[in-house]
């Protein structure tokens, strides 16, 4: 905390009332809830690790299939091992890289 955060948090702290004995109990509580927020973003980042990605395996499937309902259903088996959700890495591996339209263009010339 810097000593300006300290001034803020003091002149908010009189303003709503608190009587300079509970200062540092309003410290402590911003303390508190700052530490509650690093936290929670430390478990959203954990949840969202490699293995939540896209695997080779599953991309391998995306390569091989020969037509829409063969890509389709490649899709359904990728969001199933996640409760029904697009890996994070969906968008940059799939669709930005061109996978997804190269696939389609080779389903058009077949």
């Known amino acids: 905390m810097t000593l300006t955060d300290d001034l803020h948090d003091t002149a ?3 303003q709503a009332g608190w009587p300079i004995t ?3 109990r309003a410290r402590r509580v911003r303390a508190e809830q700052e530490q509650e927020m690093i936290t929670t973003a430390q478990k959203i ?3 969202m690790t490699a293995a939540d990605g ?4 599953e991309s391998a499937s995306l390569q091989a299939t020969k037509s829409e309902i063969e890509w389709d259903a ?3 088996a990728i969001k199933a091992a996640r409760g029904g959700a697009y890996p994070h890495d969906w968008w940059p591996l ?3 890289s061109g996978l997804m339209a190269r696939q389609v263009a080779s389903w058009k010339k077949a």
Do not use: E, F
Not at 54 to 57: H, N, V
């Open 12 to 14: 908010a702290a009189l």
């Open 22 to 24: 509970n200062l540092n």
């Open 45 to 47: 980042s954990a949840t």
């Open 54 to 57: 896209l695997t080779d395996d």
């Open 74 to 76: 490649a899709c359904d």
């Open 94 to 96: 799939v669709q930005m």
